[in-house]
């Protein structure tokens, strides 16, 4: 989601596409939380109680926060290289002569560890503020929530500290956590209030009452989304590959993803905690079959969603429409959108509560309520996803101004971390 630039560099097109395109996608699941009916009473995943469409308008939007969280390790890795390559001195095959180091290569390596810790800590101080009151509407701050911005950060953190290591090294590093850190969840730590949390903070989502009136709750642990961001940056390096060759690529990593994941998924073995189950008819079955874990990731759920990003990147090579021109623009201003969304969205449902007659006095404020009354407010998921339509139409132009205003600011050094 959040897009790393220190330098212009020539932008790789299918990347502002996948990146726009589940951008839209996640508005879908955040108006559906605020707005639907049945939002507070019925869990989309839950097969006894769901249906189709509930289930694949809430299952969908599983591929928004790895894509995310995997793009931004790809756009540290290219920002990064794009600013050394800018610098280097070239050999006669054109290829940067490594075996000395300037004193200008190491001030670049500097400042982009530098901006990664930035940028990192300023994410994380969003999650806790803008992110989470333009959720909760809270002005007491009694639920703070961590999630995806709030990991891209730690992510962010990470990259900073590790910047020295190889790309590869790093993306192995990434593989080893997405397919053990399955084993590592099902470690049971002491009942110490201290390891409690950091078992949380690192591997599974927890509830902690700071204070009688703050609750903390960790919603996206640190290292199985942090191997999917160092699997990213260990990626980044495929994406300087000619793009007819990282075309073909990214079809066999994709399809070989998706073939590893049927296989785990019918052995019924490994790779989530929940094991598929026959149901009722057929459908429901598959439903069952795909319905993997997201808190934390999986293996079997990030092996279908970057699985999926890469039959996305390797379909969307060397295509170019007025369609994909539109989603990309959604791409490029990732963070503006983010923030912006959430405070459309939120708006967009108190005019519902009062449209339906209720009153300010009615309105539920606190943890896991978004100012909604209790019961009787809410509309149908057909009018979801009109409104959901309506909010990303209104989005376009201010999303296009700030990529077209950012683009010819760029020496507003601010404009980087929004």
């Known amino acids: 989601m959040i897009e790393v630039t220190f330098i212009r560099m020539k932008r790789i097109y299918s990347i502002d596409f996948a990146r726009g395109l589940v951008m839209i996608i996640m508005a879908l699941d955040h108006t559906r939380d605020l707005l639907h009916i049945n939002a507070m009473t019925q869990q989309p995943t839950d097969l006894s109680t769901t249906t189709p469409l509930l289930f694949f308008t809430r299952w969908i939007?599983?591929?928004?926060?790895?894509?995310?969280?995997?793009?931004?390790?790809?756009?540290?890795?290219?920002?990064?290289?794009?600013?050394?390559?800018?610098?280097?001195?070239?050999?006669?095959?054109?290829?940067?002569?490594?075996?000395?180091?300037?004193?200008?290569?190491?001030?670049?390596?500097?400042?982009?560890?530098?901006?990664?810790?930035?940028?990192?800590?300023?994410l994380i101080f969003l999650e806790f503020t803008i992110v989470n009151f333009s959720l909760w509407?809270?002005?007491?701050?009694?639920?703070?929530?961590?999630?995806?911005?709030?990991?891209i950060g730690c992510g962010f953190v990470v990259l900073?500290?590790?910047?020295?290591?190889?790309?590869?090294?790093?993306?192995?590093?990434?593989?080893?956590?997405?397919?053990?850190?399955?084993?590592?969840?099902?470690?049971?730590?002491?009942?110490?209030?201290?390891?409690?949390?950091?078992?949380?903070?690192?591997?599974?989502?927890?509830?902690?009452?700071?204070?009688?009136?703050?609750?903390?709750?960790?919603?996206?642990?640190?290292?199985?989304?942090?191997?999917?961001?160092?699997?990213?940056?260990?990626?980044?390096?495929?994406?300087?590959?000619?793009?007819?060759?990282?075309?073909?690529?990214?079809?066999?990593?994709?399809?070989?993803?998706?073939?590893?994941f049927i296989l785990l998924r019918c052995a019924n073995l490994y790779g989530d905690p929940s094991p598929w189950k026959v149901q009722k008819n057929a459908l429901f079955t598959f439903l069952s079959f795909i319905n993997f874990s997201?808190?934390?990731?999986?293996?079997?759920?990030?092996?279908?969603?970057?699985?999926?990003?890469?039959?996305?990147?390797?379909?969307?090579?060397?295509?170019s429409n007025q369609f994909t021109e539109t989603v990309s623009v959604y791409g490029k201003t990732p963070l503006f959108y983010f923030l912006i969304h959430l405070i459309v969205i939120h708006a967009v449902m108190f005019i519902m509560v009062f449209g339906q007659g209720f009153r300010p006095a009615d309105l539920v404020f606190g943890p896991f309520k978004f100012g909604r009354p209790a019961a009787g407010s809410g509309i149908t998921l057909p009018y979801v996803y009109g409104v959901w339509l309506g909010v990303v139409a209104f989005l376009y132009p201010l999303c296009r101004w700030y990529g077209r205003y950012k683009e010819s600011h760029r020496e507003n050094q601010w404009l980087r971390y929004l």
């Open 61 to 122: 939007t599983h591929f928004c926060a790895p894509v995310f969280v995997f793009l931004s390790g790809v756009s540290a890795y290219l920002s990064s290289r794009s600013r050394g390559s800018s610098d280097n001195q070239r050999s006669p095959d054109n290829r940067s002569d490594t075996n000395r180091p300037s004193s200008g290569n190491r001030r670049d390596a500097r400042e982009n560890r530098r901006f990664l810790l930035r940028r990192g800590i300023w």
């Open 160 to 260: 900073s500290l590790l910047y020295k290591v190889a790309p590869k090294i790093l993306g192995i590093a990434g593989l080893v956590l997405i397919f053990g850190h399955d084993l590592l969840s099902s470690v049971m730590l002491p009942a110490n209030p201290l390891l409690q949390f950091t078992g949380s903070f690192l591997m599974g989502p927890g509830a902690f009452q700071v204070t009688p009136h703050l609750l903390l709750v960790i919603g996206y642990p640190v290292l199985p989304w942090l191997g999917i961001m160092l699997a990213g940056y260990g990626c980044g390096r495929l994406f300087e590959l000619p793009a007819g060759f990282r075309k073909t690529l990214f079809l066999r990593i994709g399809t070989a993803a998706l073939s590893l």
């Open 294 to 319: 997201k808190y934390p990731p999986s293996l079997l759920f990030t092996l279908v969603t970057l699985g999926g990003l890469f039959l996305l990147l390797a379909f969307m090579e060397g295509r």
């Open 137 to 151: 509407c809270d002005i007491h701050f009694r639920l703070l929530l961590f999630e995806v911005i709030g990991t």
